[in-house]
């Protein structure tokens, strides 16, 4: 990494040097401040104290070098998880008009999943679980109960308790005790008693609404013990709570967008790195493992998805992830990916050539996207389109370009001319970014656009090697170029800026790292 700072350094000249800065190993308020303000009734939230001692997860006194102090998990504090508890329940009694009835919201956490008899694989919390507490802990469940004609409610987490057997094996427990604290809850109890602290919940506030998302459940172990509340005299309806949460998570927080523009530095740093370590005769495995260390090394947790890392050809196919192909000089080298930190997530894209210089058709074919790309930025600031109309609107550009570079013919246009785009770039040209990759799905991408939301601007173009309504010198190559971009008052900020894209660029870093 060291060779690395300095090559660039010395070889990118003038205000180009801002490119590839250090890398994040520790965070601080000061290295890059939202422009976005925060609303004066958040200043006056009272700060709760974490309790000292060691947990089921890193704590700003266990971890200072990862969490700031008074802050539940970094850069989010207590208050600001209670805060989102009270606006969700808030939500979900206003879906439904009738004082009459009590609401019981379960929100499970994620269960470990296994790669083989005792093994795990890399646990990953619920996201709509940790947006709402925080909690890091595997099979947790919260509760909140809001009894009928009252307009308080309570919070109640299940967790695992301490059992020094199972720490033995699997490292500290938060316990209930102290998860009260912690999390900021009113109570905590055991896991095991979820389900009769449920059926009872239940039995005794009839009529009553269960907010429970029944689809592709986040722990299948209590989903029967969910659904088993149902059945019986009908005074139990079942509501599902995750529209409103996705409708909440889309807006970002000024907490949260610091933290996006945390992982997207990494992430764009990590993009830096592998062009410079791109040579012929290196492999697409190789590329991958450089996004991946220098991502960790930047501070994030993992990659947030299997990168696409595909040479010539296979780029063609969107979501190609073999990634064990040898590069060759000739080719240009599509890769996608992003990183993880704090379960938020960056997501980017960029094609260059692999031998360090565009050729002149991968050239022509990249400024276009360029081009593209950027005036999409532009609608997205001027206009606040909905996802869908930017998707409509990158196909008439790049209709339209490719007509001016004469690989389309001229005699189209209209509907045929936007369908011939649409078969070179058949994805989307955007979605959601945040605690997933493609963030809450719930919101439809035909709703307009507002400040505070983070969506990606990806559009491509994809020229097959049989594709013979293509002139012959530019099949064969996928190109794409992605980026994260924050929706503002005024102009887009694009998170992820710090990923070279303009050709003199890309082409002074490729290939000039050793590995």
Known sequence: MHQF???????????????????????????CLSTVEVPPEQHKIPQMLIPKG?????????????????HLTNGITQAEYKERRETLVRKLVAEMDNAHKTHVIVIPAARKQYMSDKIPYVFRQNS???????????????????????????SILFVHDKDAHAELWEGPRTGCSAAV??????????????????????????????????????????????????????????????????????????AEIELMKE???????????????????????????????????GGAEHLAFPPVVAGGARATHIHYVNNNQLLQQHEMLLVDSG?????????????????????????????????VQKRLIELLGEHRPPLDQLFDSMCRLLGMHLQQEGIIPNTIDGHELIGKA???????????????VHDSPLVRRNVP???????????????????????????????????????????????????????????AIVGKHTL
Not at 12 to 31: A, E, M
Not at 60 to 69: A, D, E, L, S
Not at 140 to 153: C, G, H, I, R, Y
Not at 340 to 366: A, C, E
């Open 5 to 31: 700072r300095k090559f660039l350094t010395n070889s990118v000249c003038g205000d180009r040097r801002k490119l590839i800065r250090q890398p994040i190993l520790r965070f601080t308020t000061k290295r």
């Open 54 to 70: 060691i947990f089921g997860q890193p704590t700003c006194h266990t971890h200072p070098h990862m969490i700031t102090q008074d």
């Open 128 to 154: 709509d679980f940790f947006y709402l507490t925080g909690c890091l802990e595997p099979s947790a469940v919260l509760v909140m109960v809001k009894p009928a004609q009252t307009d308080s409610f309570k």
């Open 181 to 254: 604290k912690l999390f900021a809850v009113d109570e905590a109890r055991p896991v095991e008693n979820f389900g009769s602290f449920l059926n009872q919940t239940t039995l005794k506030s009839k009529p009553s609404i269960l907010w429970y998302h029944n689809e592709c459940p986040a722990n299948p172990d209590i989903h029967a013990t969910v659904r088993s509340t149902l059945r019986g005299d009908g005074n139990v309806a079942l509501g599902d709570p995750q529209r409103a949460l996705h409708l909440m998570r889309v807006v970002k927080s000024p």
């Open 263 to 297: 992982t997207c530095y990494i992430g764009a740093q990590s993009m830096n790195m592998a062009m410079a370590c791109t040579k012929p005769g290196v492999s697409e495995h190789m590329v991958n493992a450089v996004l991946e260390y220098s991502s960790k090394q």
């Open 339 to 371: 990183c993880q930190r704090w379960l938020y997530n960056s997501d980017i894209s960029r094609t260059w050539p692999v031998s360090g210089k565009f050729n002149k058709y991968h050239r022509i074919l990249y400024e276009l996207v360029l081009t």
């Open 422 to 436: 649409y078969r070179l770039c058949p994805h989307h040209v955007s979605h959601y970014l945040g605690l997933d």
């Open 449 to 507: 656009v507002c400040t505070n939301m983070i969506v990606t601007v990806e559009p491509g173009i994809y020229i097959r090697p049989d594709d013979t309504s293509v002139p012959e010198e530019f099949r064969g190559v996928g190109i794409r170029i992605e980026d994260d971009v924050l929706v503002t008052d005024n102009e887009p900020v694009i998170l992820t800026d710090s990923a070279v894209k303009e050709v003199r660029d890309v082409e």
